[in-house]
């Protein structure tokens, strides 16, 4: 993927992170468990420098063909949205999370990210 | 009748926890017929299993899963076994007596996610995540210096799977 800004995978767990027009798009695959931790981490931290170089209003994160995720990397988002949070105002972006209705942790997980930031966060089934 | 159970004792690595929750889930799939509910075992089943990985003295730990399929709704426990640091009890302490008396556990819950958003090891989250995400009642009980974790939950019927 040419525009892809990263691109790692880590055991089980794969994701990329490339431009898409004037927005970003971040797509999770696998199984994000503690050997993912890292990864996601820095997934997350460069696409919020991406975002702000860009000046971008949304970003989209594809969890689709994300098998499970553990607390640990649920944690890594909830640090993400903080982040975008604390920005001013204008510099703030929303987050799309595209789901999967057929791997149901995600919609327990995806409502208390929502309720988390319902400003920022928007669920796409 | 007699209720189909699991039953290992094991010493789990990070890989391992994942191989657990896959074959846990293949497992209840089979009893319970409700991926939902399945769900839920799966993910209760991982975060107490990784909370041994990260915090067992020795990581010597014992699961015990049952449904109990005679019930309506089924009913399911988890027991989760092993020795722990005096400081991991006190934590567990702290976030089980929070849930169990916030008036909203998902208040609660968004709550540890303000507070832990900064912190830089393990999650904070995991034993609320179970409380609230996989609707599990969690108690706890000290025994010398083994931990034993309890959840508790009924499994109904998710209505969207049911409705589909």
């Not at chain 1, 503690?34 to 990864?39: L, M, Q, R, T, V």
């Not at chain 2, 075992?41 to 975060?47: G, K, P, S, Y």
């Amino acid at each position: 993927m040419s525009n892809a800004f990263v691109n790692v995978t880590v055991a089980e767990f794969s994701c990329v992170a490339l431009h898409d027009g004037g927005s970003i798009r971040a797509s999770l695959k696998g199984n994000a468990d503690g050997a993912a931790i890292d990864a996601l981490a820095s997934l997350l931290a460069q696409v919020h420098v991406e975002a702000a170089r860009l000046g971008a209003s949304e970003t989209v994160v594809d969890l689709r063909e994300l098998e499970f995720m553990n607390s640990s990397c649920l944690k890594r988002f909830v640090t993400w949205i903080s982040n975008i949070q604390a920005l001013d105002g204008s510099a703030r972006y929303r987050v799309k999370f595209l789901s999967n209705p057929t791997m149901h942790w995600q919609k327990r997980s995806l409502h208390a990210l929502r309720s988390f930031a319902d400003d920022l966060v928007t669920v796409e089934a | 009748m007699l209720l189909p159970y699991i039953e290992m004792s094991c010493r789990p690595t990070v890989p391992l926890v994942s191989v657990v929750r896959r074959f846990v889930t293949e497992f209840y799939k089979r009893i319970v017929g409700d991926t939902d509910a399945t769900s839920r075992i799966a993910l209760a089943t991982h975060e107490l299993l990784e909370n041994a990985v990260k915090y067992s003295r020795d990581g010597e730990t014992r699961l015990r899963i049952e449904v109990d399929t005679n019930s309506t709704p089924h009913a399911v426990r988890i027991e989760m076994q092993n020795r722990a640091e005096p400081g991991h009890l006190a934590a567990i302490r702290e976030i089980l007596d929070g849930v169990a008396t916030a008036p909203d556990p998902m208040a609660f819950y968004q709550s540890l996610m303000v507070k832990t958003s900064t912190r830089l090891e393990g999650s904070g989250l995991g034993l609320a995540r179970i409380c609230v995400e996989a609707d599990m009642k969690l108690s706890y009980r000290i025994d010398g210096d083994s931990l034993i974790l309890t959840g508790d939950a009924q499994l109904y019927a998710d209505e969207t799977e049911s409705a589909a």
